[in-house]
């Protein structure tokens, strides 16, 4: 405990109890902020809330006091095992290897605030960069290096290489297989953002061995099946009530079937899923607590550390230099203006709207079709790329099944407002085994603001070897 956290406690207690005046144009308000979650990975949250830091500790865990032994084997997560704010201060007067509490936190001194009420966890960290590349390491293991050997690796890595990436918005292309890190099962050389490509694109991958070789019966391929369906709800920006319990059955399915397949202990990482479900309900969607958003940053971070010639104290450097732009930013009012890029394109008068696309004024907002338009290839919202034929989601249907459009024509005003011309495609059924929508071109072409779609990330359209044609959604929507 320093000088320098003891006020920062401080400081959060006073805009707790003070708060800051803060001038609108409806007058002076006053505004109280409190202390609501500790975002890290698993090292440094149990660094800084006073827990052992050893992932092989007999206790590690921030939320429970289940052992090692427990977990590894799966053992029920019971009402008893969780912390409590009047556990962990008798906890830190005990041997620390049998509580896993080491010191008392700084961060307790936060008014309102426990660290054992903590509610957070890194899927990043915990599914993208632990649990998925130990499943997908023997998933590849059992297809490419068994005795079943029912893929190639040279096929696969050419279908990674000819997949299209562009046209579905990955920016992280997975590398390519190496069989050595397969055959003698070493944990797959992907960072995060590559590791969630694969796993997205994978079923179209092995479409084929997996509709005619190992179908959804043959429990290696349900491992995968359960795995993408964890996946599909850790990273949805919403969620629905009933799936915060269809998770807890999924992530007990996905341990029982792991142990059973691989005979493999369940590492640490594989613990912490088994909070998912409150976690969710206490701080809500799992993918606005991800870490892979703040560690962006650190591409900024070293290119100050790069730039300068001084090596004296670079960590103070670089915090100026943050401050400065962050006094940039609140002086100069541009707070976090939103990321608008265009590609290539020609102008085209609003007249002709109706003209070149059958648009007419009577069909869409005045205000945001006024003046002129360009016609252009492709447009960045917000990191989103958007190009010509990528398929975004549109809407559900009263059947109950999605809608998609392909993108035919793109067009923006000096508004940023954007306009996408699509081809409706009807999703007929939904092919659980490769964990996507069977659809066909409806014929139909009809327009949408960006701003009304379904969901702002897009779909991940692909044509099997026999010509279907399949969308998959990046996360449940």
């Given at each position: 405990?320093?000088?320098k ?10 805009l ?63 009402d ?30 936060v008014?309102?605030?426990h ?13 993208l ?63 995060e ?18 509709e ?15 795995l ?39 590492k ?19 993918s ?8 962006s ?42 990321k608008?890029?265009?590609?290539h ?26 003046g ?12 989103i ?9 549109l ?24 306009l ?25 072409i ?32």
């Amino acid at each position: 405990m320093t000088g320098k956290h003891l006020q920062m406690v401080e400081e959060l207690n006073f805009l707790l109890l003070e708060g800051i005046e803060v001038a609108t144009k409806e007058g002076s308000t006053r505004i109280y902020f409190t202390l609501g979650l500790l975002l890290g990975d698993n090292e440094a949250l149990n660094n800084a809330s006073g827990f052992m830091e050893d992932p092989n500790a007999t206790i590690y865990c921030r939320l429970c006091k289940m052992r090692k032994q427990e977990n590894q084997k799966n053992c029920p997560l019971r009402d008893e095992f969780m912390r409590t704010p009047q556990q962990y201060v008798t906890d830190g007067f005990q041997n620390q290897k049998q509580t896993g509490v080491k010191e008392n936190s700084i961060w307790n001194l936060v008014l309102v605030f426990h660290v054992v009420k903590n509610f957070c966890q890194d899927i990043a960290h915990d599914l993208l960069e632990g649990v998925c590349k130990y499943g997908m390491q023997h998933i590849l293991y059992y297809l490419i290096c068994s005795s079943n050997k029912i893929l190639s690796l040279d096929e696969l890595n050419a279908k990674l290489k000819s997949f299209n990436y562009e046209k579905n918005g990955f920016s992280n292309r997975p590398p390519l297989l190496r069989y050595d890190e397969i055959n003698k099962k070493k944990k797959l050389h992907m960072s995060e953002s590559e590791m969630h490509t694969f796993i997205l694109i994978f079923p179209m991958l092995v479409e084929d061995i997996v509709e005619g070789g190992i179908n959804i019966e043959n429990e290696i391929w349900q491992y995968f099946s359960v795995l993408r369906q964890i996946m599909d709800i850790c990273f949805a920006k919403s969620l629905r009530t009933e799936l915060i319990d269809i998770l807890d059955s999924l992530v007990n399915q996905h341990h029982n079937l792991y142990l059973k397949l691989f005979n493999d202990p369940l590492k640490l990482k594989f613990h912490n899923m088994k909070h998912y479900s409150l976690v969710i309900k206490m701080s809500g969607p799992l993918s606005h607590l991800n870490l892979l958003r703040f560690e962006s940053k650190h591409r900024e971070l070293k290119a100050i550390a790069i730039s300068t010639t001084s090596r004296i104290n670079p960590c103070h450097t670089i915090a100026v230099k943050e401050q400065l732009r962050l006094c940039h930013c609140l002086l100069g009012k541009h707070g976090l203006p939103p990321k608008f890029e265009l590609g290539h394109g020609y102008n085209l008068e609003c007249a002709s709207l109706s003209t070149h696309f059958n648009i007419t004024q009577d069909a869409l907002s005045i205000d945001k079709f006024s003046g002129p338009w360009l016609d252009v290839k492709w447009v960045d919202i917000n990191g989103i790329d958007y190009n010509i034929g990528s398929v975004v989601v549109l809407d559900v249907n009263p059947d109950g099944f999605l809608e998609f459009g392909k993108i035919l024509n793109i067009l923006a005003n000096e508004d940023q407002h954007v306009l996408f011309i699509y081809e409706k495609l009807v999703a007929q059924s939904f092919n659980e085994e490769i964990h996507a929508y069977e659809i066909v071109n409806s014929n139909q072409i009809t327009f949408s603001l960006a701003e009304n779609l379904l969901s702002p990330f897009l779909a991940i359209h692909h044509y099997l070897s026999d010509g279907r044609d399949i969308v998959s959604l990046r996360h449940a929507v």
